[in-house]
C-alpha cells in the first residue's frame, strides 16, 4: 500500500507540473497576444472581450439581418474612405490599423457595391465602385495583368489569382456600365490568363508560391465568366481545362478537393481552411453552370452537403478541416462561413434543397455572432474578423475586407431566398 501511495503522488506531483508548463506557456501567449492587440486603443478592448465572453449578445439585442447589412456596409465605407487612392483597405490590424488598399479584393468588391447600391438605394455605393474602378485600370500592367498583394507591399509582380478576382469586378463593371475601358482591361486581363496557364490546365506561372492550387477554380469562374460575358471562346476553353483539373483532384467519396489549401504542407496533410475550400468549391460550381457542366455542379453538391453534414454534427463550422472533413482547428474562418452560406444558398437555388438554406442560415448566423455591432471604433464596427476569436490561425487579429463582403453577399442572398420562399 505504501508503495502504491508514493506511486499516486509521484503522479500527482508530475502532473501539475506538466500542467504549470503548459500554462505558463498559455499564459505567455495570451499576454503577447494581448499587448499585440493594443487594448488601450478606442474600441480594442470591448472587441477582445468579446471574443471570450457574451457571444449571445447580438442575438439579446435583437439585431436583424438589416441591422448587420448596414453595419457591414458601413465598415465597408470606413475601409475605402481610410485610403486616398480609391481603393479599399486590405483590413484592419489589431496592431496598426488601417492598411494599404487591395488590388485583389477591390476588384471582387465592385459587384458588391454596385448590388448595395441597389439595395439600400444609395447611389453613394455606385460611385464608390467607380471610384475602386478608376484605381484598378491605374494599376494594371502593359501585359494585361494586375499586381499582387497590397499597394504598399506590390504594384509591379503580376498575379493569376488576384488578376482573376479583379476580372471579376471589371467583367461586371462592363456589362453592366457599357464602359469601353473596363472592357478593354477585362479582355488584356483574361488573354494574360490564358497565356499564363499550363498544358494540364493548371496555373502555376506566378501563382502562389509557385504551389497549383484547387482554389484555382476561383480564378477559372472569372475566366469563364469573361467568356460568356463577351463570347471570348479562348476564354471558356482555358476556363474547362482548368475545371477538369480541379475535378481530377476531388475524392469521389468524400468529396474532398485535394490541393485546397494555400501552402505546400496543407497539400501534403489534406487540409485546407474554409476560405479556400469555399473558393474550390464556389469555383467549381459557377465553372459548372456558367460551361454547361452538370458534373461539376454534382462535385460541387458533394463537398458542400458534406460540409454541412459536419456543421450539423458539431454546431458550428471549424476553420480549418481535413480531408475527412474533420477539425484541424477549433477556431472559426468567418470568410469561410460567409462563402459557404453563399455556396449553399446557390445550390438551392439550382437543386431546391431546403436543407441547404438552413444551413446556409446557421452559418449566417455565427458571423453575425461575432460581428461586433456597436464598437466605438469604425475599424472594427461592423466589421468580420478573419477568426472567431480572433487570434485563431486565419487572418491573426485583423478583420479583412473580403469578409464583409461575402457576408454581405450572403445576406443578400439569404433575403432573396427567403423572400421567394415566403411568397410561395
Known amino acids: 500500500m505504501k508503495m502504491q501511495h508514493d506511486f499516486n503522488r509521484a503522479g500527482d506531483r508530475a502532473k501539475p507540473m506538466s500542467t504549470m508548463g503548459s500554462l505558463a506557456r498559455d499564459t505567455k501567449r495570451a499576454i503577447g497576444n494581448m499587448l499585440h492587440a493594443r487594448l488601450m486603443q478606442p474600441g480594442h478592448r470591448q472587441f477582445y472581450l468579446a471574443q471570450v465572453a457574451d457571444h449571445g449578445r447580438n442575438a439579446a439585442m435583437g439585431y436583424s439581418d438589416e441591422d448587420h447589412l448596414r453595419a457591414a456596409a458601413d465598415w ?13 483597405s486590405g483590413r484592419y490590424k489589431l496592431d496598426k490599423g488601417w492598411t494599404s488598399s487591395y488590388p485583389e479584393t477591390t476588384g471582387y468588391l465592385i459587384p458588391t457595391c454596385l448590388a448595395l447600391a441597389e439595395r439600400l438605394s444609395e447611389p453613394e455605393w455606385g460611385e464608390r465602385a467607380a471610384r475602386a474602378m478608376e484605381f484598378l485600370l491605374g494599376l494594371q500592367l502593359e501585359n494585361g495583368a494586375f499586381p499582387g498583394g497590397e499597394v504598399a507591399e506590390n504594384t509591379v509582380e503580376p498575379s493569376p489569382f488576384n488578376t482573376a478576382q479583379i476580372l471579376n469586378g471589371l467583367n461586371i463593371w462592363a ?15 483574361a488573354a494574360w490568363l490564358v497565356s499564363v496557364q499550363d498544358d494540364d490546365g493548371a496555373f502555376r506561372q506566378h501563382f502562389y508560391l509557385n504551389q497549383p492550387s484547387a482554389y484555382a477554380a476561383h480564378l477559372s469562374c472569372w475566366l469563364a465568366e469573361y467568356g460568356v460575358l463577351f463570347d471570348d471562346k479562348a476564354a471558356r476553353k482555358a476556363a474547362e481545362k482548368h475545371l477538369d483539373w480541379v475535378l481530377a483532384l476531388q475524392d469521389k467519396d468524400t468529396g474532398f478537393f485535394a490541393r485546397s489549401g494555400f501552402y505546400g504542407a496543407d497539400h501534403d496533410n489534406g487540409t485546407a481552411v474554409t476560405h479556400t475550400i469555399a473558393y474550390t468549391i464556389w469555383g467549381v460550381l459557377l465553372n459548372g453552370l456558367l460551361l454547361g457542366r452538370e458534373d461539376a455542379v454534382d462535385a460541387a453538391e458533394l463537398a458542400a452537403a458534406k460540409i454541412m453534414e459536419r456543421m450539423e454534427i458539431l454546431k458550428f463550422l471549424p476553420g480549418r478541416l481535413n480531408s475527412r472533413w474533420r477539425i484541424d482547428e477549433r477556431a472559426q474562418c468567418l470568410t469561410g462561413n460567409a462563402q459557404m452560406a453563399l455556396i449553399w444558398l446557390r445550390l438551392y437555388d439550382e437543386r431546391g434543397d431546403l436543407r441547404f438554406v438552413n444551413a446556409a442560415c446557421r452559418a449566417i448566423d455565427l458571423v453575425k455572432q461575432a460581428q461586433p455591432m ?9 466589421g468580420v474578423a478573419g477568426s472567431f476569436p480572433v487570434w485563431g490561425g486565419y487572418i491573426f487579429h485583423a478583420v479583412p475586407n473580403w469578409a464583409a463582403k461575402f457576408f454581405i453577399d450572403a445576406l443578400m442572398h439569404k433575403e432573396r431566398v427567403l423572400t421567394a420562399l ?3
Do not use: C, I, M, V
Request: glycine share 12%; no cysteine.
Open 175 to 189: 456589362a453592366e456600365k457599357k464602359d469601353a475601358d473596363a472592357r478593354s482591361a477585362a479582355e488584356r486581363a
Open 76 to 88: 465597408l465605407r470606413a475601409a475605402q474612405d481610410s485610403q486616398s487612392d480609391g481603393g479599399f
Open 374 to 382: 456597436d464598437n466605438p471604433n469604425p475599424g472594427l464596427r461592423g
Open 422 to 424: 415566403e411568397n410561395g
